[in-house]
C-alpha cells in the first residue's frame, strides 16, 4: 500500500544544533510532497513543497527539504534550530488514485528544543 | 493571502448531542476537505466535500454520523453527530485552490471534546 513514514516519533536538539527530520515515502510514482509544521493548539503550516525540477526546496523560516528518488526521502532540515522550531512536523504526500486524489500524512515528528 | 476560518474554535459537548463545525473561505477554492486529528495522532481524511453534491467519505467514515454540506465555493459544514467520548478531536478543514494535485492549506481546526 503507498504510505508515508516519519521513523522518528520524537527527537529531542539543543537550540542552535542541525536538524534533520527523516521522511520516506511508497509509490511507484514520484509523489507531490509537502512538510507541515502544528504548533500547540494550532492548525497545519505548510513549511515547503516539492512538486518537480530543484530537488533541493527552500520554505518558510530557515528549513529546506531535499527529495532523494533513489531512497524515495524527502528529509526536513535545517542548519540552526531556534527555541521557537519545538513543535510537530508532519511530511504529506498527494497521492493521484483511481478514485480520486488524496493527502496522505506520516505519523508525524514532535521536535523538542532544549535551551 | 486568503483566509480559512473556522467555528467554533473549540467546544465541550455532552455524549449523544451533535455538533455542526463552519469552514469559511475569504475567495472561492476548487475543493474542500474535512480531517480529524485524534489526540496524538496524525490526519485522517474524513471526506472530500462536494459543491452541490454528497460528499465522498473515506472508508470507515459515513454520512450519517459525520453529514457534511457544501453550498458554495466558500463554505462547507461538518457535523459530528450523536457524539461519544471516542469523538473527541481536532477537526480540520483544509482547501486547495488550484487544480489537483496543489497546495493543501489548512484552517486552524476545531477542538472538540465530548463528556
Known amino acids: 500500500a503507498q504510505s508515508v513514514t516519519q521513523p522518528d516519533i520524537h527527537i529531542t536538539v539543543s537550540e542552535g544544533a542541525s536538524l534533520e527530520l527523516r521522511c520516506n515515502y511508497s509509490?511507484?510514482?514520484?509523489?507531490?510532497l509537502f512538510w507541515y509544521v502544528q504548533s500547540p493548539g494550532q492548525g497545519l503550516q505548510l513549511l515547503l513543497k516539492?512538486?518537480?525540477?530543484?530537488?533541493l526546496v527552500q520554505g518558510i523560516k530557515g528549513f529546506e527539504a531535499e527529495f532523494k528518488r533513489s531512497q524515495s526521502s524527502f528529509n526536513l532540515r535545517k542548519p540552526s534550530v531556534h527555541w521557537s522550531d519545538a513543535a510537530e512536523y508532519f511530511c504529506a504526500a498527494f497521492i493521484l488514485t483511481g478514485g480520486g486524489n488524496k493527502l496522505t500524512f506520516g505519523t508525524g515528528t514532535q521536535l523538542k528544543v532544549e535551551l | 493571502s486568503a483566509v480559512i476560518s473556522q467555528k467554533p474554535s473549540r467546544d465541550i459537548c455532552q455524549r449523544g448531542t451533535s455538533l455542526t463545525i463552519q469552514c469559511q473561505v475569504d475567495s472561492q477554492v476548487t475543493m474542500m476537505f474535512w480531517y480529524r486529528q485524534q489526540p496524538g495522532q496524525s490526519l485522517t481524511l474524513i471526506a472530500t466535500a462536494n459543491q452541490g453534491s454528497e460528499a465522498t467519505y473515506e472508508s470507515g467514515f459515513v454520512i450519517d454520523k459525520f453529514p457534511i454540506s457544501r453550498p458554495n465555493l466558500t463554505f462547507s459544514t461538518l457535523t459530528v453527530s450523536n457524539m461519544s467520548p471516542e469523538d473527541s478531536s481536532i477537526y480540520l478543514c483544509?482547501?486547495?485552490?488550484?487544480?489537483?494535485?496543489?497546495?493543501?492549506?489548512f484552517g486552524p481546526g476545531t477542538r472538540l471534546t465530548v463528556l
Open positions: 509509490y511507484g510514482a514520484t509523489p507531490y
Open positions: 483544509s482547501v486547495v485552490w488550484g487544480r489537483v494535485p496543489d497546495t493543501q492549506y
Open positions: 516539492y512538486f518537480s525540477g530543484d530537488t
